[in-house]
């Protein structure tokens, strides 16, 4: 089911948003005019990944440095530089936008 997040017009290019929705807590970036959706606590632990770094097109956890790709969700290295394998990939949730607004499917 497609669930109303925000506007396009609330985001900027690059920036990590956290929107909570229908008991999920949601990480919006647009990044090279695509716009993707994650959850937002990291895997490892409890850490929200809204508050962590986001630099050409993988976002990285503020508590213990994992790495994941947005477009895909996978592990690209697990906390603290070790094996991506230790760790689940992120989960994707498919979007579409209708009338400047964004939805995603939860």
Known sequence: MFAAIC?????EEG???RF??????LLVIKFNKAIFVTDSICTHEEA????G???DGIV???LHRARFRMQDGTVLSGPDGGSAEEISKLKVYPTKI?????FADL
């Open 7 to 11: 506007a396009l017009s609330e985001l």
């Open 15 to 17: 920036e990590l948003y």
């Open 20 to 25: 909570d929705i229908a008991e999920k807590a």
């Open 48 to 51: 929200d990944l809204s508050l």
């Open 53 to 55: 770094m986001f630099a």
């Open 60 to 62: 990285t956890c503020p």
């Open 98 to 102: 209708e009338n400047g607004v964004l």
